[in-house]
């Protein structure tokens, strides 16, 4: 069983309880004790933030391996097109590796709340909307990914998370809830195979190592003879 809390955090807040400048944190929003975001979300960004008060529901929904769907309405510079769909569907190649194939479609304006500040358009420069649900948790991934097929972000918005939503919550509003996950198991890492006997790669090297020990033994029988 965990407790969480759900937040739509605003415009330039950084997804954090502390600060070493005068930025805005998430204790202007959040007096509960003991809990913590799971994964973050760009000081620059606005949208859903889930936070909770259990280790284990924190790292299934902040870690990547365990695929929770993410859903941002992303608004863009320009008109954007099918080509750059597709391209962001298939996987976009940014600098730290091409992205997983993702969800794109071009949506209408949502009728959500006013960013403030507004964002700086330029004049005779179209924007439009796109509706993108990724898997991953790359540094800054949707502006990267946008900005890779020629459509640059002006505003981010995280409307889900999963099955949650920042529906009926404005900037700044929170609401609780009480959840029971079933939790999977920590994805293996490397070491932790490499120390399982019952791994392939251990089975392997412990036949190899038979095979070797029974070679040796078969020469000393041999010499013995002699």
């Keep these: 069983m965990a407790n969480l809390i759900l937040l739509n955090k605003p415009f330039q807040v ?13 204790k202007h929003f959040i007096s509960d004790r003991g809990f913590y975001p799971a994964g973050r979300l760009d000081y620059d960004s606005e949208g859903l933030l889930i936070l909770t008060d259990d280790g284990q529901t924190q790292h299934q929904l902040a ?12 608004q863009v510079e320009g008109e954007l097109d099918q080509s750059a769909l597709d391209k962001l569907i298939k996987g976009v190649e940014l600098k730290d590796g091409l ?25 005779n420069k179209p924007t439009s909307w796109l509706e993108l649900k990724i898997k991953e948790g790359k540094n ?13 972000t002006l505003r981010l918005i995280r409307h889900a998370i999963g099955k949650w939503t920042v529906d009926d919550l404005t900037p700044g509003e929170s609401k ?11 994805p293996r890492s490397n070491i932790a195979a490499r ?15 038979s095979t070797l020990t029974k070679r040796a033994g078969n020469k ?3 010499r013995v003879k002699k």
């Design 63 to 74: 870690n990547p391996a365990f695929k929770l769907e993410k859903t941002y309405w992303v």
């Design 195 to 209: 120390n399982d006997p019952n791994s392939s790669r251990n089975s392997t090297r412990h036949t190899e190592k």
């Design 140 to 152: 800054r991934q949707v502006r990267r990914m946008t900005a890779a097929v020629g459509f640059p």
């Design 176 to 186: 609780r809830e009480t959840v029971h996950l079933k939790h999977a198991p920590r």
């Design 14 to 26: 950084l997804s954090q309880f502390t600060d070493d400048g005068d930025r805005t944190t998430l």
């Design 220 to 222: 000393n029988k041999s």
């Design 99 to 123: 992205t997983k194939p993702a969800r794109a479609r071009i949506i209408d304006e949502p009728d959500v709340w006013d960013r403030n500040p507004p964002i700086r358009e330029r004049k």
